[in-house]
């Protein structure tokens, strides 16, 4: 039963899962993207967004809330310094799961984590989807080239 399931454990006790969600929150403030499992993105996504958000307000109180989070001198000061900057704007939704496959040890989906305000494959990444359709996209496309070629040639003639 699920009774009283909010979130994901990720198979840690309370104090390891708070400290890895602690670093991985640095390591995103501080880098702007990581790469991680999908189901620890989906976990830090929930963590890092309500941090965000309370480095808008740039007061005492909310540095040292911040700061009990994150337990990082220098990633506070990168957040509310120049993140807090670009997000003021934007009213949520801050990170972006992008999926990228599955780790060759163990099977795992694989994912990055980065800030919406600093992404620079953003374009990439539809560009990506819009090319491959569900069934024998890419072949049909290059059928279709190929038909085109030997038309173009025959023109030329």
Sequence with gaps: MRHGK????????HSHRRQMLANMASSLILH???N??????KALRVYVEPLLTKSKEDTTHSRRV???YLQNKEAVNELFREI?????????????ILKTGYRIGDNAEMAFIELVDYSMNAGAAKEAKAKTTRRGGKKKAAEATNAEAPATEAKAE
């Design 6 to 13: 909010k979130f994901n454990k990720l198979s840690r006790t």
């Design 32 to 34: 702007k993207k990581i």
């Design 36 to 41: 991680t499992t999908l189901a620890k993105a």
């Design 66 to 68: 911040v700061f009990s």
């Design 84 to 96: 807090s900057q670009k997000i003021a704007q934007r009213p949520g939704g801050y990170t972006r």
